[in-house]
């Protein structure tokens, strides 16, 4: 399967580059699973789409504001540093710019050395892992420090970090946003629980991996980056009685669609689990977890159109994708939402 097949083309003023105000005034575009037909709606019409007993599954990580500006303690230099993750105790994995300026035993300092950070190991592609020092709580220190690692699409400055966290963001742990989740306000959140629509929550952390894009020239070649999922009995519980009693499963999100088909391709049920998954799903992959996703509008050729193809088909998608950029949608992490309607 050729990466080219998943190619289209996007004008750059669809790219969506600030959040709205009101997180759910986004459009919404219905496409039909079965049929392939596109409607045109507003984020809010998801209560409608949603019926009594069917229950949607949201990624409740937080992302860290994983990006740190200091200086090298020796020199004075400029540094960028981008946390991936952490190792183990006060040791994480990034990526540092310039790489070359440091070395192992090189000291970095942050707000005026209320962080600081030795480098004790070298890999490639800018790669370090770092060892942090502090007075208190880290991610209180990060919080007051770092700054959102937006995608590299986003040119603007985010005014309010807020707008790149989801309204039940908890788990702190992601390198970007579960996107797809950004369009809900707890009022609509109330508004479906009221009508009877379960909501249950599980927690990928997402890497930067997922903006890496496919170097390869056919699908099969592509290796996934590896991500860290945790399930809940109680929400394992909620999944398995919404399929007994006949409701549909509604993943908020390619995290949640990954998570939860991670899950049930190792267990074959529902189950409380937790681990790490570089699930790669593309056409010829058939769902077994979910019935329907809410997603955003992905960027051409990547792994998160090959997924949402494999649940619709991708000639459908295309079309679909082609639709919404004659009727002007607004694209990618701040755009607007797409629900694959079971």
């Known amino acids: 399967m050729r990466v080219e097949d998943f190619d289209f083309t996007l004008p750059e003023q669809l790219i969506a580059q600030t959040p709205l105000t009101d997180r759910a005034s986004s459009r919404l575009l219905v496409l039909d699973k079965q049929s392939g037909r596109c409607s045109d709606k507003q984020f809010e019409d998801i209560v409608s789409e949603l019926h009594s007993g069917d229950c949607l599954v949201l990624n409740d990580t937080r ?8 200086r090298k303690e020796e020199t004075g230099g400029h540094i960028e540093v981008l946390l991936l993750k952490q190792r183990e105790g006060d040791v994480w994995e990034t990526l540092v710019k310039p790489a070359k300026r440091v070395r192992e035993g090189t000291v970095l300092s942050f707000g005026d050395g209320k962080l600081r950070a030795t480098c004790c190991g070298v890999s490639a592609h800018g790669g370090r ?5 502090y007075e208190g709580v880290f991610y209180e220190v990060l919080e007051a420090l770092g700054s959102m690692p937006l995608p590299p699409y986003i040119k603007e400055r985010l005014d309010d ?10 788990h702190q742990g992601s390198a970007a946003a579960p996107t797809a989740g950004l369009h809900f306000t ?51 519980a909620t999944l398995r009685k919404t399929r007994e009693r006949g409701g549909r499963v509604v993943a908020v999100g390619t995290t949640s669609a990954r998570t ?7 267990h074959g049920d529902y189950v409380q689990a937790s681990g ?24 051409p050729k990547s792994t998160l159109v090959m997924l949402v193809s494999a649940l619709v088909g991708r000639e459908k998608l295309l079309g679909a994708y082609a639709h919404a950029i004659e009727e002007e949608y607004r694209f990618f992490s701040f755009g607007d939402a797409m629900l694959v309607r079971p």
């Open 186 to 236: 707890s009022e609509l959140l109330d508004k479906l629980e009221k009508k009877g629509v379960q909501i249950a929550y599980i927690t990928l952390h997402v890497g930067l991996g997922t903006f890496r894009p496919v170097s390869v020239e056919t699908v099969e070649e592509h290796d996934m980056h590896a991500e860290f999922y945790e399930m809940s009995e109680e929400t394992a």
């Open 161 to 170: 970090a807020e707008r790149y966290q989801t309204v039940y963001a908890k």
């Open 129 to 133: 892992s770092l060892e942090f020092s």
């Open 63 to 70: 992302v860290l504001p994983a990006r740190l500006f200091g």
């Open 276 to 299: 790490w998954t570089s699930i790669f799903i593309y056409p010829g992959y058939t769902y077994q977890a979910i019935d329907g996703l809410l997603t955003n509008f992905h960027l």
């Open 260 to 266: 939860l088909e991670t899950i049930y391709a190792d």
